[in-house]
């Protein structure tokens, strides 16, 4: 599983959690965060997205 964790700047604050396949691709991913922060109306014309990979595994 690959989990989406989306945080407002600078609060820090967590606006939405999504869990994925862990083989999906970043790029379906990146396309499925932004439909969904558009559909919840958090994401707005000329904000800034910025993402990031961290890969942790946990034993």
């Known amino acids: 599983m690959k989990l989406t964790l989306i945080l ?3 609060t820090l604050k967590p606006l939405i959690f999504l869990l994925h396949p862990a083989n999906s691709h970043e790029a379906k991913i990146f396309q ?9 109306r958090i994401a707005r014309r000329g904000d800034i997205v910025i993402m990031d990979k961290v890969i942790l595994r946990v034993q």
């Open 8 to 10: 407002e700047y600078p």
């Open 32 to 40: 499925e965060v932004m439909k969904e922060l558009r559909m919840r």
